[in-house]
Every structure is written in structure tokens, then in C-alpha cells.
T-cell receptor, first 110, second 116 residues
Framework: GQQVMQIPQYQHVQEGEDFTTYCNSS?????IQWYKQRPGGHPVFLIQ?????EVKKQKRLTFQFGEAKKNSSLHITATQTTDVGTYFC??????????FGAGTTVTVRA | EPEVTQTPSHQVTQMGQEVILRCVPI?????FYWYRQILGQKVEFLVS????????KSEIFDDQFSVERPDGSNFTLKIRSTKLEDSAMYFC??????????????FGDGTRLSIL
């Protein structure tokens, strides 16, 4: 069956540093979305990637969809305290089930 | 900006009791969803709803769960006989079009359900 791993589970980052979180699938994904959930908050849609090799940017956030559409990454540059939260990928599996990844929980030290 | 609203924000219920969680989706959205998130864990899909019927449900959504759109604005999740393991945050979400096309979903702030 399909396996989607989101790594790392936790990321502790020094303010100002960059970090990347990944969603890796064993099978091809039709598209992928990224959400952010602040502590105590609800998931908020960030971006959707559909095309092979697609790259989208939102200020300090860069989202990428791999050429084989099996992997996606979210890269944040110059981390700020406002980046604290859990970042989830959400994907449509090959049996058309919508699922969230396990999430990467990001903490920032000033 | 339109929002999904959920009530109550926190519900405390005795085990075995019925509970109804309420949601008002965004007005022009056609697809509605319930998710749950056990403390410290990922968001889990429960059910999707379109055109007054369930379009998809997960293994979690067993016979103790039901959903209803009783009028033109509300979307409810009922848990008939709550168990301790039902304690979680329950999120309602809505989208303009089908979840199968993976349209962005807008989430409410959630209802924290605590079963005693």
C-alpha cells in the first residue's frame, strides 16, 4: 500500500536559520497541499502543488513538488518566531483517500 | 474573509452520553468535512458530505457517528454514546468543490471534546 512519510517529526531551529520539511511517498501523488497549524489553532491552507517539478514561493517559504511527484518539500529561510507550529502535507492517495501527513512540529529559539 | 465557525469551543461530556458538535461552513461552499485530532497527533479524516449525503468516510467513522445538515447553514457531527477515546479536537472544514480534486479546505477553530 501507499506510504507517505513526513520528516522530520520535530525541528528545533535557531532564529534566522533555514530548515526544510519533507513529504515522501512510495507512489505517485496527483497533487499535494501544505497546511500550517499554530499551537492551539486549526490547520490553515498554505499552498497546493500539482505539476511535476513545480516550485512556488510565499515570502520566506519555498514549496517544491518533485519531478516524479513522489516527494514534496517546504523550505523556510531565515526562520522567525512566527514560524512556530506544525506543518502538514495533505495528499490525495492513489485510492482517492485524502490524508494528512504526520506533521513536522517546529520550535524556534531566539 | 468568510470563516467556518464551530460551536461550542469546548464540550465536556460524561462517557456514554450523546454529543452534537455544530459547524457553520462558509456560505458558498458545497463540500463539508469533519476531522479529529487527538492531542499531540496528526489530523485524521472522519467524513465528507455533499449534496445532503456522505460522500466518503474513514474507518474511524463507525456506527456511533452521524452527520447531518439540518438546515441551509448548519452541519453537525453527532456521537451517540461517547467513549473516553473520543476525547479530541474536532475540526469542521468546507471547500468550494470536491475533495477528490484536492481543493483547499477552510477549517474552523475546532471543538475540544473532553469525555469524563
Amino acid at each position: 500500500g501507499q506510504q507517505v512519510m513526513q520528516i522530520p517529526q520535530y525541528q528545533h531551529v535557531q532564529e534566522g536559520e533555514d530548515f526544510t520539511t519533507y513529504c515522501n511517498s512510495s507512489t505517485t501523488l496527483s497533487n499535494i497541499q501544505w497546511y500550517k497549524q499554530r499551537p492551539g489553532g486549526h490547520p490553515v491552507f498554505l499552498i497546493q502543488l500539482v505539476k511535476s517539478g513545480e516550485v512556488k514561493k510565499q515570502k520566506r517559504l519555498t514549496f517544491q513538488f518533485g519531478e516524479a511527484k513522489k516527494n514534496s518539500s517546504l523550505h523556510i529561510t531565515a526562520t522567525q518566531t512566527t514560524d512556530v507550529g506544525t506543518y502538514f502535507c495533505r495528499y490525495l492517495s492513489n485510492d482517492y483517500k485524502l490524508s494528512f501527513g504526520a506533521g513536522t512540529t517546529v520550535t524556534v529559539r531566539a | 474573509e468568510p470563516e467556518v465557525t464551530q460551536t461550542p469551543s469546548h464540550q465536556v461530556t460524561q462517557m456514554g452520553q450523546e454529543v452534537i458538535l455544530r459547524c457553520v461552513p462558509i456560505s458558498n461552499h458545497l463540500y463539508f468535512y469533519w476531522y479529529r485530532q487527538i492531542l499531540g497527533q496528526k489530523v485524521e479524516f472522519l467524513v465528507s458530505f455533499y449534496n445532503n449525503e456522505i460522500s466518503e468516510k474513514s474507518e474511524i467513522f463507525d456506527d456511533q457517528f452521524s452527520v447531518e445538515r439540518p438546515d441551509g447553514s448548519n452541519f453537525t457531527l453527532k456521537i451517540r454514546s461517547t467513549k473516553l477515546e473520543d476525547s479530541a479536537m474536532y475540526f469542521c472544514a468546507s471547500s468550494v468543490s470536491s475533495g477528490q480534486s484536492n481543493q483547499p479546505q477552510h477549517f474552523g477553530d475546532g471543538t475540544r471534546l473532553s469525555i469524563l
